[in-house]
């Protein structure tokens, strides 16, 4: 693209050493600097990994709720993650939104770790595959990915300062690989330098950066900073960190007196502002400019709501259809015992939906992966919308698994005029002139994420006014508080109930203490029909995060474990939903534990005793214990499913699509080792080395790449080129037709180069009708077989014949075939 560069290089000419350094921060938490002198306009960046939320996170602008990043990866399937990428870059051009701040490639290497359902994968190649087809699907719609978090960012505890200390081989062979193959065949246009540090130095200040990342790979994008990560001025600089968000860093002025004194070359200053502009040209932002690769372009933005997506248009209906079959392809059916499942809907009169994920299912992680979605299909109503007419559906609590009492939502939250869910809002100056006011239909108001109304400033604002009744749907004391940071003053019925100041504790991770702020509550006896009217007042300033929190009526978990049990007993199926809460999976913070938090455990066992036909879905993005798992007939895993969890829970149950998921990292039997996640002094040592996941010797309850669909299937032969293509035959021995997923591990028992017992080298997903034989290639790349050598400096395939061994997971190889990889050129 000479002539591009050409531009680019005349654009930053332009520029005074001001304007130049001026445009490597951040103009503000999710956008960068003007500059007319170049003709660049301001640029959006945007959290993504499970929509894209926009400069505000806000039930009146909502967002697309697309299933996590690890229901993604048990799809196994590229083209259909490249499709949710497309469907993204069209959210995002209609939010105004340019670089989205997503994909996260960081490996599962414990399930402890707090952002395990933001990664895809404890493998590598697993990872890389479908870390290269989102960012494709997202640049295909002209919007910029970011390939985060850069690298070694595995776990939460200590994120900011820890030092990673890995060994270079492992480094390379894990960690790095996925960025590698998603910068070189993804072309991604942006990563993310995180928090952490690796041997020794801070990754915004890394070698990496600069040696590996630009040098070596030849990435030509934009390297920011992970939010408040660059600590330092020059030494970032020099390590070729290209842009600090979100602003108000170490750069600025300082950066330009390091330049006039000699200690930052103006040539790498000038190379940041380059790879700005460069990634401004293909998004469209730089005014005259055709977009680089195909960027859709109009009057020199990028097309914004109303314009089609390159594939074409996304109307609701196609958001909510294609997050629908995405869900169900993603979940894990990894027990079946007597073909529990599916249900037959003629065939079942009633059917108990009971435990605490039923009502309200859990559809997103914590942290930056929250957005606000148009709506969120229950596993409750999902089923009882699909059995409507033909069976009854029941339904309990089961057992209660938060500790924090959850955010006020419809039926109990009412405006105070009593016309219609919600709350209103008022903005009030010192004197306590009205700035503004606004009637909201949610519980949480983000003003970290968002703004006062339009022409309110928030310096103007002294005190935030948030009122509303909570009306009783039955007879009980219901829990009310809320939760903030600040200080409030709260009424109830017009009396002061409490004038008190929230602040997290002094270690608080920020995240965790915008996720979770300290909360105040206090129990209220309502009568069937009751409303009590409560105003609360945050004073002094607009405050970061507030929500409003009830608890309504219930009994003990005894209580509603019998009440769980009568109903199962009374049933033709029993369907258990459990799960983890955002008290458990979040950023911020790791896991203490792997089982299932309250007494969920007990449900499970008392409901599968109660009734033989027990489904039990786990509603996690992450591991979870299961010690009740061969008690129960079947167990689906749902991961954090997105809007659509309902409707494609009932398609699945039913029959009416197939669970096509794969597990992407082993389930353990049995808690593990925490240490994986626990510095010491500061220090988190990678012992393991290559042994992360299955290529350990971890006891898995569920091994890596398993999951069961709704047919079986026979694998007959397998035979491997020279070239790296393995030709494996298959057949549907079921009475379905069905999708599998053909997994191919390498492996070299008798090599002088230490390895790991077996891992993963291709895959490729067949679909086949009943008695069907069909046939698939995968494709092995070379890189499946070299290893790091660190004396030389490069990657080395050790001579002689590789074992191949074929099958549907980690655990189930029986085919074996034999390759020389050194004939595989590419």
Not at 69 to 93: F, I, M, S, Y
Not at 142 to 165: I, W
């Amino acid at each position: 693209m000479p002539q591009s560069m050409a531009d680019l290089e005349a654009r930053v000419a332009a520029l005074s050493l001001e304007q130049k350094v001026r445009l490597l921060s951040g103009a503000d938490p999710w956008s960068l600097h003007a500059e007319p002198a170049c003709g660049l306009r301001r640029m959006v960046l945007s959290d993504g990994p499970a929509g894209v939320r926009g400069e505000v996170l806000d039930e009146r602008v909502p967002s697309a709720n697309v299933p996590s990043p690890t229901a993604l990866a048990a799809t196994w399937d590229e083209e259909r993650v490249a499709a949710v990428g497309r469907l993204l870059a069209a959210e995002a051009r209609r939010k105004g939104v340019d670089v989205l701040l997503a994909p996260t490639v960081n490996l599962h290497r414990s399930p402890y770790g707090g952002r395990h359902f933001e990664c895809f994968s404890e493998d590598p190649l697993l990872t890389a595959r479908i870390g290269v087809a989102f960012v494709r699907g997202v640049q295909d719609g002209g919007v910029g990915a970011t390939v985060k978090h850069f690298v070694a960012n595995d776990s939460e505890t200590e994120r900011f300062t820890l030092d990673v200390e890995v060994d270079e081989r492992t480094l390379r062979e894990l960690y790095l690989a996925p960025f590698e193959a998603i910068v070189r065949e993804g072309g991604a246009w942006a990563v993310m330098a995180a928090y952490n540090g690796v041997n020794g130095a801070t990754m915004t200040e890394s070698p990496l950066l600069r040696r590996v990342l630009q040098e070596e790979w030849g990435f030509d994008g934009v390297v920011m900073s992970d939010w408040y990560a660059a600590r330092s001025t020059e030494a970032t600089a020099n390590a070729a960190l290209d842009l600090v968000m979100p602003g108000r860093g170490p750069w600025g002025a300082a950066l330009v007196e390091a330049v006039r004194a000699g200690r930052v070359a103006e040539h790498v200053v000038d190379d940041k502002v380059r790879r700005v502009l460069r990634l401004a040209a293909r998004v469209g932002a730089l005014d005259g400019a055709p977009a680089l690769d195909g960027a859709p372009v109009q009057d020199g933005v990028p097309a914004q709501e109303g314009v089609p997506a390159r594939d074409g248009e996304y109307p609701p209906e196609r958001v909510s259809a294609e997050l629908r079959a995405t869900a169900a392809a993603g979940f894990v059916l990894v027990r079946n015992e007597g073909a529990a499942l599916p249900l037959e809907a003629a065939a079942v009169r009633r059917v108990a939906v009971v435990g605490p994920n039923a009502r309200v299912g859990r559809t997103l992680g914590g942290g930056s992966a929250i957005v606000s979605p148009p709506y969120a299909v229950s596993p409750l109503d999902g089923l009882a919308a699909a059995l409507d007419g033909a069976a009854e559906v029941v339904h309990t609590q089961g057992v209660i698994a938060h500790t924090r009492a959850p955010i006020a939502r419809s039926p109990w939250l009412v405006r105070p005029d009593g016309s219609g869910p919600g709350a209103l809002i008022r903005y009030l100056a010192a004197d306590g002139t009205v700035l503004a006011a606004e009637h909201r239909t949610a519980g949480v108001y983000h003003w970290a994420l968002g703004a006062p109304p339009p022409g309110v400033r928030r310096r103007d604002v002294a005190t935030v006014e948030v009122s509303a009744l909570i009306r009783a749907t039955v007879p009980g004391d219901y829990e009310i508080g809320f939760s903030g940071l600040g200080r409030y003053r709260c009424t109830m019925a017009g009396r002061e109930v409490c004038d008190t100041v929230l602040a997290p504790p002094p270690d608080a991770d920020v995240v965790a203490h915008l996720q979770a702020p300290p909360q105040w509550t206090m129990p209220v006896r309502l009568a069937a029909g009751e409303s009590v009217p409560i105003t609360l007042e945050a004073i002094g300033l607009l405050p970061a995060v507030l929500q409003l929190n009830l608890e309504p009526p219930h009994g003990t978990d005894d209580e509603e474990i019998a009440q769980a049990v009568e109903l199962a007993r009374g049933a033709d199926a029993a369907v258990v939903v459990v799960g983890t809460t955002e008290e458990v999976e979040s950023e911020g913070h790791d896991r203490a534990t792997l089982a299932l938090p309250g007494r969920q455990d007990d449900l499970v066992r008392a409901v599968a005793a109660a009734n033989p036909r027990t489904v039990v879905v786990v509603n996690s993005g992450a591991p979870v214990l299961m010690p009740w798992s061969e008690e129960v007939a079947a167990v689906l895993l749902v991961w954090f499913p997105g809007q659509e969890f309902g409707d494609a829970l009932a398609d699945v149950l039913l029959g009416r699509s197939e669970p096509g998921g794969r597990l992407p990292t082993t389930w353990p039997a049995a808690e593990g080792d925490r240490s994986m996640v626990e510095p010491a002094a500061g220090v988190l040592a990678y012992r393991e080395g290559l042994r992360v996941g299955y290529r350990g010797e971890v006891a898995a309850r569920y091994p890596f790449g398993h999951g069961l669909g709704y047919t079986t299937w026979r694998y007959v032969s397998a035979a491997a080129g020279a070239d790296g293509r393995v030709t494996v035959r298959v057949r549907n021995t079921g009475t379905r037709p069905g999708r599998e997923v053909v997994q191919v591990y390498a492996s070299r028992p008798d090599g002088a180069v230490e390895r790991p017992r077996r891992w993963l080298a291709g895959f490729a997903g067949v679909a086949a009708a009943p008695g069907e034989e069909a046939a698939v290639t995968v494709i092995l790349r070379r890189r499946a077989f070299e290893h790091w050598d660190g004396a030389a400096g490069r990657w080395v395939v050790e001579p002689g014949a590789f074992r191949l061994e074929i099958g549907p997971s980690s655990a189930s190889l029986p085919l074996t075939a034999e390759i020389v990889p050194g004939e595989i050129v590419s």
